[in-house]
C-alpha cells in the first residue's frame, strides 16, 4: 500500500463521517436558509447525474441504446431488475455489434 | 442542551436481554432483500477499484472505512496515480451531502441515546438504513412504543449491510481479474443503472430535476472539451450554481 492511497481513503473516510455526523450534531435545532436548503437537496442529484456523464457522451450506440433501455427500466424498476436489464441489454447489444462487424 | 439532560436521565424504558437480542434479529431479517441488492455492486466496484489500481487490501480498507457507495464508485471511476486527493475528497463531501440533511431528519428520535452511542450508530447510516430505520420509527410512533427509534433494529439492519459491503467488495477485488474484461460483459452497465434508480428515488417533479439537466449539459460539455475528472466537478458546481440562483431568498 502507498501512502498517496492511504491518505485518499483516510481523508475520503473522515468527510464521510463528518456528513453522516453533521447534521445529527449541528442542524437538529437550527432553521436553514432557503437557499442552503436547496443547494443540499440538490448537490446529491447533481452530482450523481455527472458522474455517469461520460456514458451519455458515448459514441458508441450499442452503449447508447443501452443507456436507453436502461432510463426506461429505472423509471418504472427497482433496483435489482433494473441492474439486471442494464447489464443484459448492453451485453447482447455488445456482443451483437461486434458480431455484425460494428 | 436539553437533549443532553434527557440522555443523562435514566431510562425508563424495559429493555431486557431477550428483548433486544429480538430486535437485533428483526433488524437483520429487515436486511435481507438489500444485502441482495449490495452485492452485484460490491463487485463490480471491487472488480473497477482493482483495474485503477487498487490492490486487493486497500479495496476493504476504502469500503470499511468511508461506507458510502456512491462516493466510492465516482473515487474509482477519478482514480488515478497518484489519485488527485482535493478532487476526490471534494467529491466525496458532494455525493455525501445529503447525509447532513438525512442525520437532522434523524436526530430527533436519537435522543434518548447517549452521544457515545449515537455518534457510532451514526457511522452505519446509509440511504437503505436510514430509510428502512426512520420507517420502522415512525411505526411504532404509531403504536406508541418507546423509544420509537429501536437501536438493535437499526444495528442488526445496518451492520449486515456493512458486512455485505465491506466482504463483497474484496470479493470483487479478487475474483474480478479472473473473470476477465467485465466490460465485455455489461457489468459496466450496472453503474449507470445504479445512478438513475438514486436519481429516480430524489425525483420530485421537473423542478427539482432542473438542476440535475444543468449538471449533465456542463459535464457532458466538459467531458468532450477537457481530459480528466474535470466534468465531475464543473457539472455538480453548475446544477449546484444553479439550484441556488433559481431559489429566491425569502424578503
Known amino acids: 500500500m502507498n501512502s498517496a492511497t492511504l491518505l485518499t481513503i483516510g481523508a475520503m473516510a473522515a468527510v464521510t463521517y463528518l456528513t453522516r455526523v453533521g447534521g445529527y450534531l449541528f442542524l437538529r435545532n437550527r432553521e436553514l436558509g432557503a437557499r442552503t436548503k436547496a443547494v443540499l437537496e440538490a448537490a446529491p442529484g447533481c452530482v450523481l447525474i455527472a458522474v455517469i456523464a461520460p456514458d451519455f457522451a458515448s459514441g458508441n450506440s450499442a452503449n447508447l441504446i443501452a443507456l436507453g433501455v436502461t432510463l426506461f427500466a429505472a423509471t418504472r424498476l427497482s433496483l435489482l431488475p433494473t441492474v439486471l436489464i442494464a447489464v443484459a441489454t448492453a451485453g447482447i447489444l455488445r456482443h451483437a455489434a461486434h458480431l455484425g462487424g460494428g | ?251
Request: with cysteine.
Open chain 2, 1 to 251: 442542551m436539553q437533549t443532553c439532560e434527557i440522555a443523562a436521565a435514566p431510562t425508563q424504558s424495559v429493555t431486557t436481554k431477550s428483548h433486544t437480542a429480538s430486535e437485533f434479529q428483526r433488524g437483520v431479517f429487515a436486511s435481507i432483500p438489500v444485502m441482495v441488492g449490495f452485492i452485484p455492486f460490491a463487485l463490480v466496484l471491487g472488480t473497477n477499484a482493482v483495474q485503477k489500481g487498487f490492490t486487493t487490501q486497500e479495496v476493504p480498507l476504502m469500503t470499511g472505512l468511508n461506507f458510502g457507495g456512491g462516493s466510492e464508485f465516482a473515487a474509482v471511476e477519478l482514480w488515478g496515480s497518484p489519485p488527485a486527493l482535493l478532487v476526490i475528497v471534494a467529491i466525496t463531501f458532494l455525493v455525501n451531502s445529503r447525509h447532513l440533511i438525512m442525520g437532522a431528519a434523524l436526530a430527533p428520535h436519537l435522543r434518548h441515546l447517549p452521544r457515545w452511542k449515537a455518534l457510532p450508530a451514526l457511522f452505519l447510516m446509509c440511504d437503505e438504513s436510514w430509510a428502512m430505520g426512520l420507517a420502522d420509527t415512525q411505526r411504532r410512533k404509531s403504536s406508541s412504543m418507546f423509544p420509537a427509534f429501536s437501536l438493535p433494529y437499526y444495528l442488526g439492519l445496518s451492520l449486515c449491510l456493512y458486512a455485505t459491503w465491506v466482504l463483497f467488495t474484496a470479493a470483487g477485488a479478487v475474483l474480478g481479474p479472473r473473470l476477465g474484461d467485465i466490460r465485455s460483459y455489461g457489468f459496466d452497465m450496472a453503474f449507470p443503472a445504479v445512478f438513475l434508480v438514486l436519481l429516480k428515488g430524489m425525483w420530485k417533479g421537473l423542478r427539482t430535476a432542473l438542476p440535475w439537466m444543468v449538471s449533465l449539459a456542463v459535464a457532458i460539455t466538459t467531458y468532450r472539451l477537457i481530459p480528466g475528472a474535470w466534468y465531475l466537478p464543473a457539472g455538480a458546481a453548475a446544477g449546484v450554481a444553479f439550484a441556488c440562483r433559481n431559489t429566491r431568498s425569502p424578503s
